[in-house]
Each structure stands twice: as structure tokens, then as C-alpha cells.
């Protein structure tokens, strides 16, 4: 089990541990069983930074291990049936930040727990209360930092 030591910082709690990909995956499902409808979780980091592997991670915790959880980077979103309900986005590629609101991220804000990469995307179309989830590059081989910023 990875133990997220909690840092105060800015007024707000952070969680900080450098991580391997395996202690980033039971990372996320310990975050997951802190969250509840209407929590939304921005996903931050660069390209590869293991975002999706978070997020595969969490829902798997609630989904089942065996749940097929694709990257929504061409669909830009996916769903799951979970308790609670689960939105993944990924906004890499949109254009526009009103293309989100055609992808039912208001109902998703509501009706479920709301996970988005990429959130610079949105511009400003959301200033609510949500997680930051940042993955940086480590200076330990197969590691990366990982920093959970509560709202």
C-alpha cells in the first residue's frame, strides 16, 4: 500500500510521494475511495507522464480489474457505469473550449465524478472546486512525481 504523506502548503492540503508506475496505480485507488459525485479531478502533466494510467487505475478500482478502460484521447470522453458514475475526458485535441459543453460535462459535474485531461483546454468555462492531479518526470528511473492538490 503506497502512504501519501500530506504536506500543508498555500492553504491547501497537498499529498507529494515519488512514485513507480505500480505505487502510482494503488495511488489512484486510494485517491478514488476519497471521491464523490460532483468531484472533479484535473489531470496535469506532460505527454506520457502516466495521466491515463492514474485515472485507468481509479476506475478500475470501482469498474473491476478487468474493465476495459480505453483512452478517451479520439472519443474525448468515456463513461462508466460505476458507483459513483465516472466521466473521463481528455481534451487534448479540442479546438475550442465550447466543443466541451456539447460533451455533457455539465451533467458530469453534477451526476458523477468528473476526471479531465488536459483542463487548460476549457478555458474558463469551469472555476469550481476540483483536485489537481500533477505528474512530473523524476530524477529516479522509472519514477515520476506525484502531487495531489485538494480544493
Request: glycine content about 8%.
Amino acid at each position: 500500500m503506497v502512504s501519501l504523506r500530506i504536506v500543508e502548503g498555500r492553504g491547501e492540503s497537498i499529498m507529494e510521494k515519488n512514485v513507480s508506475l505500480h505505487e502510482l496505480e494503488l495511488a489512484a485507488t486510494q485517491f478514488m475511495k476519497r471521491l464523490n459525485i460532483g468531484d472533479v479531478i484535473y489531470m496535469e502533466g506532460d505527454l506520457g507522464a502516466g495521466k491515463t494510467t492514474f485515472v485507468r487505475a481509479a476506475i478500475q478500482s470501482v469498474a473491476g480489474i478487468g474493465e476495459v478502460v480505453p483512452s478517451p484521447t479520439f472519443t474525448l470522453v468515456q463513461t462508466y457505469d460505476t458507483h459513483p458514475p465516472i466521466w473521463h475526458y481528455d481534451l487534448y485535441r479540442l479546438t475550442d473550449p465550447q466543443e466541451i459543453l456539447e460533451l455533457g460535462i455539465e451533467e458530469a459535474f453534477s451526476q458523477g465524478v468528473t476526471f479531465i485531461e488536459w483542463p487548460q483546454r476549457m478555458g474558463d468555462l469551469y472555476k469550481g472546486r476540483h483536485y489537481s492531479i500533477i505528474l512530473n518526470s523524476s530524477n529516479q528511473a522509472d519514477h515520476r512525481l506525484l502531487t495531489i492538490v485538494s480544493p
